[in-house]
Every structure is written in C-alpha cells, then in structure tokens.
C-alpha cells in the first residue's frame, strides 16, 4: 500500500470537500440577505396593507354617517313637503274667501245702484 498516495488522495478530497463547503456557505449568505430583503418587502407590504384597511373603516364610518344623514334629511323634506300641503291648502281656503268677498263686495255695490 502507497502511503503517500493515499495521503495525496485524502488531502485532495479535503480540498475539494473545503471548496464545497466555501461555495455552500457563500449560497447561504446570498440567500440570508435575500430573505432579508424579502422580509423588508414584507414589511412594507404590510404597512401599506394596514394603511388601506385603515382607509377602507374610515370610509365605511363616513357612508354610514352619510346614510343615516341622508334618512334624518328625508325625514326632514317629508317635514317640509307636509307643512307646504298644509299651507298650501290654508292659501286655497284663503283665496276662496277672498274670491267671495269680492264677490259679495261687487253684489252689494251693484244692488245699492239699483
């Protein structure tokens, strides 16, 4: 058996295994710091998600304030439209009395002529 051979061979395999090794460490720290960008993204990603969430429940408050304003304004106009019948038909009744009292002023005065 050559001793000196296999020694040659065994420091071989040891440089070619150190190699590896160096090449796999250095895959790894090129995936770490991808991962690491990755999780920043992440972050970001997430802030801005909160951000739109956060919009959408203050938009979702303000139609929901909207609509109840928009119900107490319909009962308001309701309101308003009744009171305008109400004066609308006293202006009815007030125009048919003054139309009869023109009349009965023009009658009395044509019977006081003749």
């Keep these: 058996m050559d001793v000196e051979r296999t020694m040659e061979f065994l420091l071989a395999q040891q440089a070619r295994a150190d190699a590896r090794q160096e090449r796999a460490e250095a895959r ?7 991962q690491e960008k990755a999780e920043l993204r992440l972050e970001r990603i997430d802030r801005r998600v909160e951000a739109i969430a956060k919009l ?8 929901a304030q909207s609509s109840q304003e928009q119900k107490e304004l319909r009962a308001e106009v309701k309101l308003v439209m ?3 019948k109400k004066a609308d038909a006293r202006m ?5 009395t003054v ?4 009349t009965a002023l023009r009658e009395q005065r044509g019977n006081g002529r003749k």
């Design 92 to 96: 009815d009744r007030l125009e048919t």
């Design 56 to 63: 959408i429940q203050t938009g979702m408050k303000m139609l």
């Design 82 to 84: 009744q009171a305008q």
């Design 28 to 34: 790894q720290e090129r995936a770490e710091a991808r």
């Design 99 to 102: 139309d009869r009292f023109i």
